[in-house]
């Protein structure tokens, strides 16, 4: 759906978490269809800002007051409503606690606030899916380390560890969402080390299986928690491997997904943006819920996009109130999303450990596709990644070069142990 110019401006959609793959495919989605986008960003030095889709960049940071108070200034400049895209977890939870003071200004698509705590918050999630008898992994909420023991006592391993949700304290320490591990003795020394990173932690049982078997569904509900779009997809491959976000994805159908993403989010008088993921169990075929995604567009969103279901679409029509995109039916033509230098980084660590050939890795590549990160009309971002990137590499080969030439000349004083050294998380 192209928006064409009329005498009455569009309103405005405002992209709050432009700094990340979700906020810079929605602002290049939005812009795509004509519609006048504002990015706000907490960090200005990510590549994502290089974007041109945006009329202009707000940077703020989206854990403190200043976040709020610079979308009510911006509000006040409007002739009209705009859309707020929130596209972090942090944005959709402070928008939703500080809606009142942004209502005169924005659009918001979110349900009561009491829903979006509940299942924005994993801790929350879990309360609700175990009063519903959701089908979940075997959970443990860890508090301390005597939780921490009982859990290593009863989990089934390989179990994840991963915190309730990434604050700005997790993010300090390390990039990963969450962590694999294979036995009790890793388990209880990974949870010594990161137990300090948040106040609890949830441990949950490993569902065997590839990343193929992670199948997804998106949706968006309009303001009487009526599905209007839904879109079904699966990973084929994510970074980091087995634990982290897609890097390749694909279109598919699963009715088990579908059935049960409509089955929450209505029961709970949805309005916006929702996402489910389930695994689907390699030894029995059964899928377990591995988390939802609320209020705000996933990887998954401009693949939806790409299929010609027009999901971010629907949510600016439906909030402003213009005649809704025709394009809301998923026709499963097998489309492809990549994001893909991290796909790069994906596949070859599978490579290397054997479970994907050359051959298969091109295969998983063919047919139409849709990129995260590479845009011909919009390419400083992905340009910019590259140069970054090449720029670690440099800088970490010309330490290895110059400590190799240092290391005859240095003698370790007996009394001290050497320790392996913590390699950089960038990049």
């Known amino acids: 759906m192209q928006f064409h110019q009329t005498k009455k401006p569009l309103p405005h959609a405002v992209v709050a978490g432009l700094d990340d793959y979700p906020g810079l495919q929605t602002a290049r989605l939005l812009a795509k269809r004509g519609i006048p986008v504002i990015g706000v960003a907490r960090h200005q030095h990510l590549f994502f800002c290089r974007t041109n889709v945006c009329e202009k960049i707000l940077y703020l940071n989206t854990e403190r007051d200043e976040f709020i ?205 929702g996402y489910l993921e389930m695994k689907r169990d390699a030894r029995t075929g059964a899928h377990y819920i591995i988390e939802p995604n609320i209020g705000r567009p996933t990887g998954r969103s401009a693949l939806a996009e790409a299929c010609g279901v027009e999901l971010l679409s629907t949510m600016y029509c439906d909030q402003v109130g213009l005649p809704l995109p025709e394009n809301r039916t998923q026709k499963y033509a097998g489309v492809k999303w990549i994001c893909l230098l991290e796909d790069l980084r994906s596949a070859h660590v599978y490579w290397r450990r054997g479970d994907l050939t050359l051959k298969e890795w091109w295969q998983s590549l063919r047919g139409k596709k849709t990129y995260a990160d590479f845009s011909w009309s919009d390419p400083m971002p992905f340009l910019t990644d590259i140069q970054r990137r090449l720029a670690f590499k440099f800088k970490a080969l010309r330490e290895k070069i110059f400590s190799r030439k240092a290391a005859p000349n240095f003698v370790a004083p007996k009394s001290l142990n050497a320790a392996p050294a913590m390699a950089s998380r960038h990049g």
């Open 69 to 273: 108070e610079g979308l009510v200034n911006l509000g006040k400049q409007f002739e009209q409503k705009a859309v707020l895209f929130p596209s972090t977890d942090m944005c959709v939870l402070r928008i939703s606690r500080h809606r009142e003071a942004l209502a005169p200004y924005y659009h918001i698509a979110l349900p009561k606030p009491e829903v979006v705590e509940k299942l924005m918050n994993k801790l929350g999630f879990l309360e609700y899916a175990l009063q519903e008898k959701l089908p979940i992994p075997k959970t443990f909420l860890l508090r301390n380390r005597a939780e921490a023991e009982q859990a290593a006592n009863e989990l089934n391993f390989p179990c994840i560890l991963k915190p309730p949700m990434k604050t700005a304290t997790w993010e300090k320490h390390t990039t990963i969402k969450a962590y694999k591990l294979a036995s009790a003795g890793e388990f209880l020394k990974m949870y010594d080390q990161c137990c300090g990173w948040a106040d609890i932690l949830i441990a949950q049982e490993w569902i065997p299986g590839p990343d193929s078997n992670l199948y997804s569904c998106n949706c968006y509900f309009d303001a009487n928690a009526e599905p209007l779009v839904t879109f079904t997809a699966r990973k084929l491959r994510q970074w980091p491997p087995e634990t982290g976000s897609t890097s390749l994805g694909e279109e598919c159908r699963n009715d088990v997904v579908l059935n049960a993403a409509l089955q929450l989010f209505k029961k709970e008088n949805w309005h916006g943006l």
